[in-house]
């Protein structure tokens, strides 16, 4: 398997990127959010990459972070989400984002997606609760995103507040889902508690 790829960007587009590694050009698809992150053609850069054999196809995609790549495997393991549809994922959900909401059930977050309709959306939470739950990676989103917050100091309620406004929710929005729940308990647990309060009331 090709875990990753150093080289040459040659050229990329708004969902694929040809980075040049001894010779090769490898043509690989990826998020959105990734190729408007790579540096122009001629520069220098890294992909970590999975590569998806089917009968017909032999396609690669490639992430900016190993955290990416790991999300995306998780994701495509779902019945009816395929490569494109975890890249669409991807493109508007940073990993942490797709745990947390797995983790509250915020099956609703997932539809800003491409291609990810209702039913979809609820198999996504419904099949990926229990292995985030069990993993490393929703419990490791949600200890990073405290510890983000925890250093600009604070009570657990303000440091939710601003782990939610990373994830891209209104200080308001945050504000009003916190206020709904006990500031007493732990900072991970107020998170959970106010994306599930938060999806419910959509």
């Not at 040659?10 to 001894?22: A, E, I, M, R």
Request: glycine share 12%.
């Amino acid at each position: 398997m090709i875990y990753c790829l150093s080289g040459k960007i040659v050229k990329k587009t708004l969902d694929s990127v040809v980075l040049s590694c001894g010779g090769v050009g490898y043509w690989a698809q990826c998020p959105a959010s990734v190729a408007a992150g790579l540096p122009g053609a001629g520069s220098e850069a890294t992909l970590y990459t999975v590569l998806n054999v089917t009968e017909n196809d032999i396609s690669l995609y490639g992430f900016a972070t190993e955290e990416q790549q790991n999300c995306f495997r998780l994701l495509t393991g779902v019945s009816g989400v395929g490569p494109k549809v975890g890249l669409a994922i991807l493109s508007v959900m940073e990993p942490q984002r797709v745990y947390l909401a797995v983790s509250a059930g915020d099956h609703k977050a997932f539809k800003a997606a491409s291609g990810v309709g209702p039913k979809l959306a609820q198999r996504i939470v419904l099949e990926l609760k229990d292995k985030v739950a069990k993993g490393a990676a929703g419990e490791a989103a949600l200890e990073d995103l405290s510890g983000v917050s925890a250093a600009a100091g604070g009570a657990a309620s303000g440091q939710a507040i601003a782990a939610l406004v990373s994830l891209g929710y209104s200080h308001s929005e945050a504000a009003v889902a916190i206020s709904k729940v006990d500031p007493a308990l732990p900072v991970e647990e107020i998170i959970r508690l106010a994306l599930r309060g938060m999806a419910g009331g959509r």
